[in-house]
């Protein structure tokens, strides 16, 4: 962890408002064409979830770290928040729901790329009890959100924190609703290349990510994958390279990206460094199997940060 606050302040804490799942991976050559069918070569289970996957890397960057979310009442629910607890997140805010736990069934093929099915259910009925989240959050937290809740609940939130002074981050994949009208409660929006197409109607990213800053976000970051990411704010838009890595599985990489950068803000680094860090982790998981799987742990993801800022990767 690094410690970067006064002795006598309080820590600044990140609280995940998401969702948590059960990833079931299949590995295959290659993806399936409409109506053909695979032999998958492996099959991997994992804990997953948009939200607890951020929420896990965060907690392993050295952030407090809280989650709101609904699981349901089975033994994946139990599973989910027993792997939580290890972690050392605070669970205190998942609810039980009476639905199964929701369940990703994710392809994997030979290049890492993947495909994702998300059975919904138990996020689709999650909405935080009135006041929760801000009796459980200060002003200056941090508070990320997907986009696995509804249109209504996902308004509300950004809109509470930002009343608040809270500092949000949103990352709205799957993109289920428009959240362009949603983006000056945003302090920082991360969003993939096709997340970027899909809420502008613009197929250049660099455009993309001006058009998002100037809806309202204050800082755009539009992933490229192995083209590295796009940085947009008040000073203009910035390239920064990708981490060198090889790909094997890309499942959860947003996601490790994203606590990542949640930690290191809530810890007091600057943007920049905190971009890098992220990059680090994300290269890291691509690299290995899996959604939680493939996180680095505490020790490791450390380490990635001292890495991540040497002479012979700063970029």
């Given at each position: ?42 099959t991997v289970s994992d804990l997953g979830g948009k ?259 040497s002479p012979s990767q700063a970029h």
């Open positions: 962890m690094i410690e970067t606050t006064a002795a006598n302040s309080p820590r600044v804490r990140v609280s995940v408002v998401g969702n948590a799942a059960i990833d079931l991976s299949l590995r295959v050559g290659r993806l399936p064409q409409p109506g053909e069918t695979s032999l998958a070569l492996e939200g607890a996957n951020q929420a896990v890397a965060a907690a392993r960057a050295g952030a407090l770290t809280q989650l709101f979310a609904a699981v349901g009442d089975d033994a994946d629910g139990d599973r989910l928040i027993a792997q939580l607890n290890a972690e050392g997140i605070d669970t205190r805010h998942v609810m039980r729901v009476g639905c199964p736990t929701d369940l990703s069934i994710i392809t994997v093929d030979a290049q890492g790329e993947n495909t994702i099915i998300t059975r919904n259910e138990a996020a689709a009925r999650f909405r935080p009890e009135p006041g929760a989240l801000f009796d459980a959050a200060r002003a200056g937290d941090w508070i990320a959100l997907q986009g696995n809740l509804s249109a209504e609940v996902t308004a509300d939130v950004l809109h509470a924190a930002r009343l608040g002074a809270g500092r949000t981050l949103l990352n709205p994949g799957p993109v289920r609703f428009d959240c362009v009208p949603l983006l000056g409660d945003v302090d920082i929006l991360v969003v993939n290349e096709v997340e970027a197409a899909t809420l502008t109607a613009l197929d250049e990213p660099s455009l993309a990510a001006t058009e998002l800053h100037r809806a309202g976000a204050r800082d755009v970051c539009v992933t490229l994958g192995a083209a590295g990411l796009l940085w947009c704010n008040d000073s203009g838009t910035q390239h920064l390279a990708a981490v060198r890595t090889t790909a094997i599985d890309t499942v959860g990489a947003g996601d490790a990206f994203c606590g990542t950068l949640l930690a290191a803000l809530a810890q007091g680094l600057a943007m920049p460094l905190a971009l890098r860090w992220a990059q680090a982790v994300a290269a890291y998981a691509v690299a290995r199997r899996g959604a939680q799987a493939s996180f680095p742990d505490r020790a490791a993801t450390c380490d990635l940060l001292h890495s991540s800022t």
